[in-house]
């Protein structure tokens, strides 16, 4: 017997892989006012820069984390403020 599936029992999708070359970059205060703020006042010389997908990581709430190493540094980013580098 087939059993039916809905949008809770789906995994959620992981766009990025560990090893992927990806970009820090800011988020509009608008989308997310306290990562933006975060990152402006604490992260500010690792924007823009490139880094390394170290661990993929969900959480108790299902949002995939990403640890990036960037200029030798390891932090924690949520999907939305990465972008992919060929």
């Known amino acids: 017997?087939?059993?039916?599936l809905t949008i809770f029992d789906a995994?959620?999708?992981?766009?990025?892989?560990?090893?992927?070359?990806?970009?820090?970059?800011?988020?509009?205060e608008?989308?997310?006012s306290e990562l933006h703020n975060y990152r402006k006042y604490y992260c500010s010389h690792l924007i823009n820069r490139?880094?390394?997908i170290q661990t993929i990581t969900q959480n108790y709430s299902g949002t995939t984390n990403y640890t990036v190493l960037i200029a030798g540094e390891q932090i924690i980013c949520e999907e939305k403020e990465l972008q992919w580098i060929a």
């Open 1 to 4: 017997m087939l059993e039916q």
């Open 11 to 28: 995994a959620p999708e992981v766009i990025f892989q560990e090893h992927d070359k990806v970009k820090l970059i800011l988020l509009e």
């Open 30 to 32: 608008a989308a997310d």
């Open 50 to 52: 490139v880094g390394e």
